[in-house]
């Protein structure tokens, strides 16, 4: 925290090529800090920190409303068209010690489509690069962020029915990060009361950890 008014959270979007990663950090800061376009090819290519202006009516802690601060590192997607997964991850590992070495992260968002399925491989690819990230305790420190939710509303599924519905593989992947989950409308998370339920929810993610930061340190090998 900056001050007792005031309320920082560090946030890391993570995931595949064309999952809407960078338009949901977007999303997450009210702006339009990083580049997002659809490409043939891997957008993303480094990182880079957005950060969000004081944001007030989200958070209240002992009574007392709070300004809250977004803090977001937007990465290059895994698997990516032009970097190996050691570039990546070492090019992650860095910017994550580097802005978040000293206050440490809150959460690690997973971006996947939900009106995609989810494959096996594909989550198994995603659960070992971000257990390489993060280490043993990842689960506690990862959410999943399922994007485009409006193709699947236009599809006739509601969230109940979604899940209902989901493969196998995305259930267990939800079930393993303890159900932290949210539902991501890009482009009316960017209407701010649309923005303001996205953020609590990611608030009550970390309230239920207990406002817990996961220290990251590079070690070079």
């Given at each position: 925290m900056a001050d007792s008014n005031e309320m920082t959270i560090n946030l890391v979007v993570l995931g595949r090529t064309q999952t809407?990663?960078?338009?949901?950090?977007?999303s997450l800061l009210g702006s339009s800090d990083f580049v997002?376009?659809?490409?043939?090819?891997?957008?993303?290519?480094?990182?880079?920190?957005?950060?969000?202006?004081?944001?007030?009516?989200?958070i209240r802690r002992n009574g007392c409303e709070l300004a809250l601060r977004v803090r977001v590192?937007?990465?290059p997607s895994y698997p990516h068209s032009g970097l190996?997964?050691?570039?990546?991850?070492?090019?992650?590992?860095?910017?994550?010690a580097h802005h978040f070495g000293e206050?440490?992260?809150?959460?690690?968002?997973?971006?996947?489509?939900?009106?995609?399925?989810?494959?096996p491989d594909e989550s198994d690819h995603a659960v070992?690069?971000?257990q390489e990230l993060l280490g043993p305790t990842w689960k506690d420190f990862t959410a999943v962020l399922l994007t485009h939710a409006d193709k699947t509303?236009?599809?006739?599924?509601?969230?109940?029915?979604?899940?209902?519905?989901?493969?196998?593989?995305?259930?267990s992947l939800l079930s393993s990060v303890q159900h932290k989950y949210i539902f991501l409308d890009n482009q009316k998370s960017i209407i701010k009361e649309e923005r303001a339920i996205v953020l609590r929810k990611l608030l009550n993610f970390i309230r239920q950890n207990n406002y817990q930061v996961l220290l990251l340190k590079h070690s070079k090998e």
């Open positions: 809407g990663k960078s338009a949901a950090g977007n997002s376009h659809q490409s043939p090819s891997s957008v993303t290519t480094c990182c880079s920190l957005g950060r969000s202006c004081r944001i007030s009516g989200i590192l937007d990465t190996s997964k050691e570039q990546v991850r070492d090019t992650v590992s860095s910017a994550l206050e440490g992260l809150h959460l690690a968002l997973l971006v996947l489509r939900a009106d995609l399925p989810l494959c070992q690069f971000i509303e236009e599809a006739g599924f509601s969230e109940e029915a979604y899940l209902h519905s989901a493969s196998s593989t995305l259930l």
